[in-house]
């Protein structure tokens, strides 16, 4: 295995002696560094790129701007195509799903509440969509901060950080099913579990969650997979991880934000395979990554607030499809 370190803003490909540290851990292929998505003009580059997604049909990334109100979209060879400016119908976008008809439901702030909203493929405001149901009597207000799609496009997976709870529900926001992401919510206090990114590949539901260093795993209706992940700062230890993908290999890639770090770990047998890229501002390394994205070509993109950044690495195995 080999890790990417940065000293004095330089950054190297050095053989990690850390991976032999790590039990049971196992070669797979090395993740190199390939671009850094950017704007057509210097002077207006990514604010804050809260999330990255990838439409795995059409090839096309699309990155969440927080700063700058705006989601950014580019193609599959990491061009620029154009942007959603928000304003008046939201602000602050934090996450978004696109449908298999590039529909696009965004989490982000609605007047003075976090909520869902629909978009059509040009960026047009369609509606709000609120979560309703029995699912949801006892719950406080929603604070939805992540937001995922079935590959049909038929069932939304939201992220609540006030309820420590992963929703299902289908397209209007009708809850099927409520997953509790703590042991007892009532005994939560602000602050104790932080929620990170809700992910679905193939036929898994992908949700991180940083401040147990924990990716809990479900299947399509919310039913228990695995719990990948074991908490700490040393070699191979997921320590705030932020989000995960699903390759077609059966691998899981994690970003860790506390470690400035990727991982990959095997789903089925638990174990940490590799990791790769480390802490810098130079072509490849990181600072505080928020996000992930596998795409259909085996690239991955990582979003970092620092800078703006939006990197891809290639060298993976294609994402997860529906078998």
Known sequence: MRLLSASSGAVFLVA????????????????LYHQNLKLPTQADQLGFPGSVV????????????????????????GMFLYQIAGGEQFT???????????????????????GLALLDFDGLFIKAIGLSGEALDGSVPPELVSVALSPDGQTMFALDQANYTLWIADREGKVRKGVLLVPDKSSEKAGD???????????????????????HIYDLGGEPHVVIGRKGTSP????????????RDGNVIIID???????????????????????????G???????????????????????GRVQVYKGFAPAARTP
């Not at 191979?236 to 390759?247: E, N, S, V």
């Not at 990959?264 to 501002?281: D, P, T, V, Y």
Request: glycine fraction near 8%; charged fraction near 25%.
């Open 92 to 114: 602050a976008p934090r996450d978004l799903a696109v449908d298999p008809n590039g529909y696009i439901i965004l989490a982000a702030r609605l007047g003075e509440d976090r």
């Open 16 to 31: 990690s002696l850390l991976a032999a540290a790590a039990a049971n851990a196992e070669d797979v292929a090395t993740p």
């Open 54 to 77: 990838t439409d795995l049909k059409t090839g096309e990334i699309f990155v969440t701007d927080i700063r700058k109100r705006r989601l950014a979209i580019f193609d599959q060879r």
């Open 285 to 307: 390394a990181m600072y505080q990554p928020n996000d992930l994205a596998l795409d259909s070509r085996g690239n991955v993109y990582v979003s970092q607030g620092f800078e």
């Open 257 to 283: 934000q506390q470690r400035t770090i990727g991982m990959i770990w095997n789903m089925e047998s638990r174990k940490c395979l590799q990791e790769f890229s480390g802490i810098g501002r130079s072509p």
């Open 193 to 215: 579990t932080l929620l990170g990114h809700v992910d679905v590949y193939g036929d898994k539901v992908l949700v991180a969650i940083p401040s147990t260093g924990l990716i």
């Open 236 to 247: 191979c230890r997921t320590g705030f991880p932020m989000a995960a993908a699903l390759d």
